[in-house]
């Protein structure tokens, strides 16, 4: 019998020793297997974390047939695997409810606005030039985003920074072009 195997007997037997002594043999190489999947160092230890939990529940399901450690990165394979489906579902219901808001923002201008095309020209005119004056980094995301179709992970992934981080700049940059697009188009009307 391997050290693993008597290990997970002890376990079994409720050994609290050998849990965590089980941990400190296999989280290192459970860490390093997600990374593969996750950047977020956090959600690396939270996923590995996840792993070890899930292995105690199923801790009876492990028959030796295959290496412990085996059995320990597919139980995380699962867990990175429900993490990603996630994200993405969320990503994907952001996306969504974002493009449903400027839909329903757009056709309700629609409606309401009985001006000639002029006013939009002058609306586009400012969008340009509150593009041309956003910072370099806001520039970048937004062309990467909007007019190079990358996704924010895709972005994240480019620049370094958490996906999470890319959102918020997204966010951020269009509270600051909307602001700047009301001042532009409130100084259009307000000249004859």
């Known amino acids: 019998m391997d050290h693993d195997s008597e290990l997970v007997e002890r376990v ?3 050994s609290e020793e050998a849990s965590a002594e089980l941990l400190r043999r296999h ?3 459970v860490r390093a297997y997600l990374t593969r999947f996750v950047r977020d160092r956090e959600m690396v230890r939270d996923l590995a974390q996840e792993t ?3 292995a105690y529940r199923h801790l009876d399901s492990w028959r030796g047939e295959a290496p412990l450690r085996l059995w320990l990165l597919s139980i995380a394979r699962n867990q990175a695997l429900m993490h990603l489906r996630e994200e993405a579902r969320r990503h994907a219901r952001r996306a969504a409810s974002l493009e ?3 839909a329903s923002w757009m056709s309700e201008r629609i409606g309401k606005d009985d001006s000639g095309p002029d006013r939009h020209e002058g609306e586009l005119a ?3 030039a509150c593009l041309k004056g956003l910072a370099p980094a806001s520039a970048e995301i937004v062309n990467q985003y909007y007019f190079g179709r990358h996704s924010a992970a895709d972005i994240a992934r480019d620049t370094g920074k958490r996906e999470t981080a ?3 700049a997204l966010s ?3 509270q600051v072009l909307r602001q700047c697009i009301e001042s532009r188009v409130a100084v259009l009307r307000a000249d004859p």
């Open 12 to 14: 079994r037997a409720g």
């Open 166 to 168: 890319i959102w918020m």
């Open 172 to 174: 951020r940059i269009r």
């Open 126 to 128: 400012a969008l340009q």
């Open 100 to 102: 449903a808001a400027a």
């Open 27 to 29: 989280q290192a190489q």
């Open 52 to 54: 070890f939990l899930a």
